[in-house]
């Protein structure tokens, strides 16, 4: 009975990696083509952009924060570094940078209305979504633009000629925010934050920095997110660029087990939520299932990870109940 | 003398006195014409917004613009208040179908004719509605491919293996594309047994990085597929993303080449078009439909029509690699690209 138990906690506290497997393997039973390392590769490539957003939409929901400009902001960080390629000719890494330095910018200034002005995030990146969006509309006079050949061929790279660039991106930004998570105080203070923000302070955290790193982290990753992302498209940037993105990052964050309520998540998580996504997407378009059917099998598979997951919850919270024993009639009526 | 002499001189200036005025008379029309639009999102409707502007503005009439930056309750409060200053004719490019019929009825109501410029409300019995035939377009385009698979199929034998990228599922547009492709896939399979294999689907959303994963995963899983159409053209840098590490991306005339088509006549598929990759591309006549939005509005105005309903079809047309010398002006993405759009 105990071990059976065991094994039902053990499964709830996995969930989502139980469900990624079992949908790897129904997909490979399905077509064996599946399991081809070309077929992998693909899933973790198309999965990078999202998974980068999802490092710092994770980071941003460990506070109990979000952000809803992401998508913007890795649709006006390409569209700067893109003018000014096209512009001024400048090579693939200075366009890097600069579209790094538009994406910090952004979260800076998200990062500035939240702490100082002291308006909640949802109101703040909501303003920001539509202004950012609006801002690069403006710049490139609601016009696509294609970015020079070199843009496609940074995409297509292929490191010590087997693992494409957006895979190596993807693996140093989550090496990274595991990193900065679990292995510094930056990370830990994040955590104290989304637990308890006030007992934070009164332990001596300086909640508003943290805070304001946090959204300044969120908006340098949606830059390199965009900018990977332009990368693999062919180096064509028009003004739907970007929109939705933000839902995709805080899915997978939450299906890697982040709460939106802030205090728990993980970087490996993200990962494996950023990958399941993926993963169902290119399962069902490789088996060929109806295009009608597909977005509710997708929409099915990850309310079946939520599900899961709010088990696990409700299970641990049984857990660490606290049982006080009832005080006996006898005892009470005693001395 | 001297007084003929005047008298000559007066006639003169009073002869080009009436020449000159009736000429500017003859070119203002007094007519204002209300256009009302969504943002421009891409360069088709940067293209469709041109078109309209300077066809009525070439006409002499007052264009009063108005950007609703894709708000549909924004647009009938822009539509009212162009009600409200007399406009004698409306012309928008809605939202959705849908805010299309409540802006339709409230012109309507208010005795202002009006029309609706390529993207149909969902009732179409109201207002003149000036639409693209997407099935037609299509057929004409996916036509030319597949008569060249089928010259492939006759030296070679071999089924061609036919791929196709749907747009958005709730798009009235995508889905008239995807007719007009399995239109042509089944007449000829019906015509010519074992031509074409079972088409593939790719869902793209109308979004390019839905597009790429589910192209990849496509190609992965089928390799041999020789045949893609593109409900639109602006997935050809993705297609080309997918392609090109695979060795794919090969222009006409060469081994290995795939054959390619599209819809829509941007300047991308023209410059693809003349670079060789891109076999054709069903256009929407972005000209001809801003002339016939233009000539029915005028002739409803004229006629003190105030409830003109009508729905006028542009049946496109495919410009190929055949026709591109011919047909080149006429498609609205080739003008774009000659006018340098794609260097700016």
Redesign the interface.
């Known amino acids: 009975m105990n071990s059976r138990m065991n094994i039902r906690q053990l499964l709830l506290n996995n969930s989502t990696i139980v469900l990624f497997i079992v949908v790897f393997i129904i997909f490979g039973i399905w077509?064996p083509?599946?399991y081809?390392p070309?077929?992998i590769t693909?899933i973790i490539k198309?999965a990078a952009?999202t998974g980068i957003v999802a490092v710092g939409m994770t980071f941003v929901l460990l506070t109990a924060g979000i952000d809803l400009s992401v998508g913007s902001n890795m649709y006006l960080s390409v569209v700067v570094s893109g003018l000014l390629m096209r512009s001024t000719g400048i090579d693939v890494l200075p366009a890097l940078i600069i579209s790094l330095i538009v994406g910090t910018l952004f979260g800076a200034f998200n990062a500035f209305c939240i702490v100082r002005l002291k308006i909640i995030p949802f109101m703040t990146t909501l303003g920001t979504l539509i202004i950012g969006r609006g801002i690069g509309?403006a710049l490139t006079e609601?016009?696509?633009i294609?970015f020079p050949e070199k843009m496609?061929d940074f995409?297509?790279t292929l490191f010590l000629g087997i693992i494409p660039m957006p895979i190596v991106v993807f693996a140093l930004v989550m090496l990274a925010g595991y990193v900065l998570l679990t292995r510094t105080q930056f990370g830990r203070q994040i955590y104290a934050i989304g637990n308890d923000p006030e007992a934070a302070r009164k332990a001596g955290i300086d909640v508003d920095r943290v805070m304001a790193l946090v959204y300044i982290l969120c908006g340098f990753f949606a830059g390199l997110a965009g900018f990977v992302?332009v990368s693999?498209?062919?180096?064509?940037v028009?003004?739907?660029?970007g929109?939705g993105r933000e839902f995709d990052a805080i899915a997978a964050a939450v299906l890697g087990g982040t709460s939106l309520f802030g205090g728990v998540g993980n970087v490996f998580g993200t990962f494996v939520g950023a990958l399941l996504i993926?993963m169902v997407?290119?399962?069902l378009?490789?088996?060929?299932v109806n295009?009608?059917l597909?977005p509710m099998v997708k929409a099915v598979v990850i309310f079946l990870a939520i599900f899961f997951d709010s088990l696990r919850e409700a299970s641990q919270k049984r857990l660490k109940r606290r049982f006080i024993r009832p005080v006996s009639a006898s005892t009470a009526g005693g001395d | 003398m001297k007084t003929s002499m005047k008298y000559l001189g007066l006639f003169v200036i009073a002869v080009l006195s009436v020449v000159v005025s009736f000429g500017v008379v003859s070119a203002q029309t007094d007519v204002t014409i209300c256009f009302g639009f969504q943002?421009?999102?891409?360069?088709f409707?940067?293209a469709g917004h041109r078109a309209i502007t300077e066809t009525l503005r070439g006409q002499g009439i007052e264009v009063l613009e108005y950007n609703a930056n894709e708000d549909p309750n924004r647009q009938l409060e822009q539509i009212r208040e162009c009600i409200a200053q007399g406009v004698d004719g409306i012309i928008i490019i809605p939202q959705d179908g849908d805010s299309a019929n409540t802006i339709v009825a409230e012109a309507q109501e208010n005795d202002v004719p009006i029309a609706v410029f390529n993207r149909p409300p969902n009732d179409r019995s109201a207002g003149v509605i000036v639409v693209a035939d997407n099935v037609s377009a299509t057929e004409q385009a996916v036509e030319f491919i597949a008569q060249k698979a089928l010259r492939q199929f006759e030296i070679t034998g071999e089924a061609v293996t036919p791929l196709i990228l749907?747009g958005a599922?709730q798009d009235t547009n995508a889905i008239g594309r995807r007719d007009g492709f399995f239109n042509v896939i089944t007449r000829y399979n019906e015509r010519y047994p074992g031509l074409f294999n079972e088409p593939?689907?790719?869902?793209t959303e109308?979004?390019?990085?839905?597009a790429?994963?589910?192209l990849?995963?496509?190609i992965?899983?089928n390799p041999n597929v020789d045949f893609i159409f593109t409900s639109s053209d602006?997935l050809f840098?993705?297609?080309?993303?997918v392609l090109?590490?695979r060795g794919m991306w090969v222009p006409m005339g060469q081994p290995g080449h795939v054959l390619l088509a599209g819809l829509d006549g941007d300047a991308?598929a023209c410059q693809l078009i003349d670079q060789g990759y891109v076999d054709a591309t069903g256009v929407q006549n972005l000209f001809l439909e801003a002339e016939l939005t233009m000539n029915r509005l005028l002739q409803a105005i004229e006629a003190g029509e105030t409830a003109p309903n009508e729905v006028l079809l542009d049946p496109g047309f495919a410009l190929t690699a055949g026709n591109i010398f011919f047909q080149r002006s006429d498609m609205w993405g080739c003008v774009l690209y000659d006018d340098g759009?794609?260097d700016?």
């Open positions: 077509s083509l599946f081809s070309e077929n693909n198309q952009f509309t609601s016009k696509q294609d496609n995409g297509q992302l693999q498209l062919g180096g064509r028009d003004r739907s660029f929109e993926q997407q290119t399962g378009q490789f088996n060929l295009l009608y597909q | 943002d421009l999102e891409t360069e409707w940067v749907v599922l593939i689907e790719v869902a109308w979004d390019a990085a839905t790429l994963a589910n990849e995963a496509a992965t899983a602006f840098p993705t297609i080309r993303s090109e590490p991308t759009f794609l700016q």
